[in-house]
């Protein structure tokens, strides 16, 4: 089973996030989304993708032209999971993980999705847990 994190971080919360998740995930590959090459794709079983939220609810600009090469190209081999950062205090609370979410669920086999307010907190380590189980098993059911 091989599988990838691939996130986009401005403040450092989405990094954090990525990290506890990979810490989760032994054996996983974790990229920055400058150092990863969508030609090595189809290499991988499961893909785990975190970003934060911009503006009044966008994809962070380098993320974009990620989110428009994986809509374009035929991902439904893959397992997928999306997992961002952001604040509820904004109207569109984590609406880049929305977008990635809606597209991975047309394209891929969509497993889990996580939002978490911020920097996550010992309180989401629950959560953080879970998520990673729950993409893990259906990676494992899906090879």
Same mark, same amino acid.
């Given at each position: 089973m091989k599988l990838a994190i691939v996130y986009h971080s401005a403040g450092g919360n989405t /990094? %954090? @996030? %990525?990290? #506890? #998740?990979?810490?989760y995930l032994p054996g996983a590959e974790i990229y920055r989304i400058a150092d990863f090459s969508l030609e090595k794709i189809d290499e991988y079983d499961g893909l785990l993708i975190g970003t934060y939220t911009w503006g009044s609810g966008d994809i962070p600009a380098k993320? @974009?032209?990620f989110y428009r090469e994986l809509e374009e190209r035929d991902i439904s081999h893959l $397992? $997928?999971?999306v997992f961002g $950062?952001?604040?509820t205090n904004y109207k569109h609370f984590c609406n880049a993980v929305n977008h990635f979410r809606n597209m991975l669920y047309? *394209?891929? *086999?969509l497993a889990v999705v996580l939002k978490v307010e911020q920097m996550y907190q010992t309180t989401d380590l629950k959560r953080i /847990? /879970?998520?990673v189980e729950l993409f893990q *098993? /259906?990676?494992r059911n899906s090879i």
């Amino acid at each position: 089973m091989k599988l990838a994190i691939v996130y986009h971080s401005a403040g450092g919360n989405t /990094k %954090a @996030l %990525a990290e #506890i #998740i990979h810490s989760y995930l032994p054996g996983a590959e974790i990229y920055r989304i400058a150092d990863f090459s969508l030609e090595k794709i189809d290499e991988y079983d499961g893909l785990l993708i975190g970003t934060y939220t911009w503006g009044s609810g966008d994809i962070p600009a380098k993320m @974009l032209s990620f989110y428009r090469e994986l809509e374009e190209r035929d991902i439904s081999h893959l $397992t $997928t999971g999306v997992f961002g $950062t952001g604040e509820t205090n904004y109207k569109h609370f984590c609406n880049a993980v929305n977008h990635f979410r809606n597209m991975l669920y047309i *394209n891929s *086999n969509l497993a889990v999705v996580l939002k978490v307010e911020q920097m996550y907190q010992t309180t989401d380590l629950k959560r953080i /847990k /879970k998520f990673v189980e729950l993409f893990q *098993n /259906k990676v494992r059911n899906s090879i």
